[in-house]
C-alpha cells in the first residue's frame, strides 16, 4: 500500500455526532440512542478534543451512582463521567501504519489537529476497506 496519511480515511467533524462537555448525562444517552452508536467524542465548546464517552461508560456511571433516574441525570454533567478506555486521538499527519495500530481494539479513532481540536474521525470500516 502507498504510503497515506489519515486525512484519507477521515469522516469530517460536521458528519461526526460528538458530545459536548456542557451536556448533562440525560442528553448523551439520548444522542447515543438517535444516533445508535455505542460511542462518541467528547469536545470541549472549543472543538478540542477531551476523550470517548462510550455506553459501557455511563452504564457504569448510573449503576454505581444514587442518580438511577433519567431526570436525576440530567443534574449531571457528562465530563463527571469516567472514562476506562479513553481513546487516544491521532494527529492528522499520522501514517497508516500508526492508525492500524490505534484502531484494533475499537470501532473508530479520533483525529485532532496540533492544537488537539477533532478533525472529525476515521473508522474501523474504512481502514479494513482501505487495506483489503
Request: charged share 25%; aromatic share 4%.
Given at each position: 500500500?502507498?504510503?497515506?496519511?489519515?486525512?484519507?480515511?477521515?469522516?469530517?467533524?460536521?458528519?461526526?455526532?460528538?458530545?459536548?462537555?456542557?451536556?448533562?448525562?440525560?442528553?448523551?444517552?439520548?444522542?447515543?440512542?438517535?444516533?445508535?452508536?455505542?460511542?462518541?467524542?467528547?469536545?470541549?465548546?472549543?472543538?478540542?478534543?477531551?476523550?470517548?464517552?462510550?455506553?459501557?461508560?455511563?452504564?457504569?456511571?448510573?449503576?454505581?451512582?444514587?442518580?438511577?433516574?433519567?431526570?436525576g441525570l440530567e443534574d449531571v454533567n457528562?465530563?463527571?463521567?469516567?472514562?476506562?478506555?479513553?481513546?487516544?486521538?491521532?494527529?492528522?499527519?499520522?501514517?497508516?501504519?500508526?492508525?492500524?495500530?490505534?484502531?484494533?481494539?475499537?470501532?473508530?479513532?479520533?483525529?485532532?489537529?496540533?492544537?488537539?481540536?477533532?478533525?472529525?474521525?476515521?473508522?474501523?470500516?474504512?481502514?479494513?476497506?482501505?487495506?483489503?
Amino acid at each position: 500500500m502507498e504510503k497515506k496519511n489519515v486525512l484519507f480515511l477521515l469522516t469530517p467533524k460536521a458528519n461526526v455526532a460528538c458530545l459536548n462537555e456542557t451536556m448533562n448525562i440525560r442528553q448523551a444517552l439520548e444522542k447515543m440512542k438517535a444516533h445508535g452508536y455505542t460511542a462518541v467524542p467528547l469536545i470541549s465548546m472549543d472543538g478540542k478534543y477531551l476523550g470517548t464517552i462510550s455506553e459501557g461508560d455511563l452504564l457504569w456511571y448510573v449503576i454505581n451512582s444514587d442518580q438511577i433516574t433519567m431526570e436525576g441525570l440530567e443534574d449531571v454533567n457528562i465530563t463527571q463521567v469516567l472514562r476506562k478506555d479513553d481513546m487516544p486521538a491521532v494527529k492528522v499527519d499520522a501514517d497508516i501504519k500508526e492508525l492500524v495500530e490505534k484502531i484494533t481494539n475499537h470501532n473508530f479513532v479520533p483525529v485532532v489537529d496540533d492544537r488537539n481540536v477533532l478533525m472529525g474521525i476515521v473508522t474501523r470500516k474504512k481502514v479494513m476497506q482501505e487495506l483489503i
